[in-house]
């Protein structure tokens, strides 16, 4: 794909994220509007993993179109120097947590939607969001990763920051339910204090496997050695 083409494809990607932020964040909020309680209560929708990793994206995305707007200006020097932190941002958080998402709600949601998204939110949030929240995530991080040079982090690098991200989001996630007494996602209401720790130990876990899976698919398609500005050069051909 030719740097022009990245450039449109990271473009639409970027105005697609924050345009389902923006729709997210005004749910409610409209004069006349049912307010959905469990949304809207203390933390509003940046309780959700959902919610924040579209916000990920978005910067993830928008990062991508600036390098791209830099290579397509001839910036080689500015562009070489925001590789590392794209492919850190990448490989770290945005693939490990679209994938990490999408597979966690699917398979809850199809055991039994009651545990993580209730019956009575579809007369709230269309279908499309749903699907725009949880399903086209993943084809999207998927699609960058075969048509954008990635090379990965190094493993103490890229596990760190998604440490930091995991324990900031575990933090957030337990303050809230010291505030109110109730847990973001129902499936915490039926677990007892041993199943709910077992359910963060396995989800540590399968993070994990998404973060390594990414490394791995990286290496496939774009190899350990990658040169990522010779390849831009390539493309731009």
Same mark, same amino acid.
């Given at each position: 794909?030719?740097? &022009? &083409?990245?450039?449109?494809?990271?473009?639409?990607?970027?105005?697609?994220?924050?345009?389902?932020?923006?729709?997210?964040? @005004?749910?409610?909020?409209?004069?006349g509007e049912k307010k959905p309680? =469990?949304?809207?209560?203390?933390g509003g929708p940046w309780k959700?993993? #959902?919610?924040? =990793? *579209?916000?990920?994206?978005?910067?993830?995305?928008?990062?991508?179109?600036?390098?791209? $707007?830099?290579? *397509?200006?001839?910036?080689? @020097?500015?562009?070489? &120097?925001?590789?590392?932190?794209?492919?850190?941002?990448?490989? +770290?958080? $945005?693939?490990?947590?679209?994938?990490?998402?999408?597979?966690?709600?699917? $398979?809850?949601?199809?055991?039994? @939607?009651?545990?993580?998204?209730?019956?009575?939110?579809?007369?709230?949030?269309?279908?499309?969001? =749903?699907?725009?929240?949880?399903?086209?995530?993943?084809?999207? +991080?998927?699609?960058?990763?075969? #048509?954008?040079?990635?090379?990965?982090?190094?493993?103490?690098?890229?596990?760190?920051?998604?440490?930091?991200?995991?324990?900031?989001? *575990?933090?957030?996630?337990?303050?809230?339910?010291?505030?109110?007494?109730?847990?973001?996602?129902?499936?915490?209401?039926?677990?007892?204090?041993?199943?709910? $720790?077992?359910?963060?130990?396995?989800?540590?876990?399968?993070?994990?496997?998404?973060? =390594?899976?990414?490394?791995?698919?990286?290496?496939?398609?774009?190899?350990?050695?990658?040169?990522?500005?010779?390849?831009? !050069?390539? !493309?731009?051909?």
């Amino acid at each position: 794909m030719k740097v &022009s &083409s990245l450039f449109l494809f990271h473009g639409l990607a970027f105005a697609w994220y924050v345009f389902l932020v923006a729709f997210i964040s @005004r749910i409610g909020t409209g004069p006349g509007e049912k307010k959905p309680d =469990n949304i809207l209560a203390y933390g509003g929708p940046w309780k959700f993993l #959902t919610v924040l =990793n *579209l916000v990920l994206q978005a910067v993830y995305f928008g990062i991508s179109l600036l390098i791209d $707007a830099l290579v *397509l200006m001839k910036q080689l @020097r500015i562009a070489k &120097s925001m590789f590392p932190f794209r492919d850190l941002i990448f490989g +770290s958080l $945005a693939f490990p947590t679209s994938m990490t998402v999408f597979t966690l709600f699917w $398979a809850l949601y199809l055991y039994d @939607r009651e545990l993580v998204y209730p019956k009575s939110l579809d007369t709230l949030l269309p279908l499309w969001l =749903n699907h725009a929240m949880h399903t086209i995530i993943l084809p999207l +991080s998927l699609m960058d990763l075969l #048509t954008t040079p990635h090379r990965s982090p190094s493993k103490g690098k890229g596990i760190s920051l998604l440490a930091i991200g995991g324990a900031a989001y *575990l933090c957030w996630f337990l303050w809230i339910y010291s505030v109110t007494g109730k847990w973001v996602y129902p499936i915490f209401e039926k677990l007892s204090a041993p199943g709910i $720790a077992a359910f963060f130990v396995g989800s540590t876990f399968f993070v994990l496997f998404c973060y =390594n899976t990414g490394e791995f698919l990286v290496r496939m398609i774009w190899g350990d050695s990658v040169v990522i500005l010779d390849i831009y !050069k390539k !493309k731009s051909k």
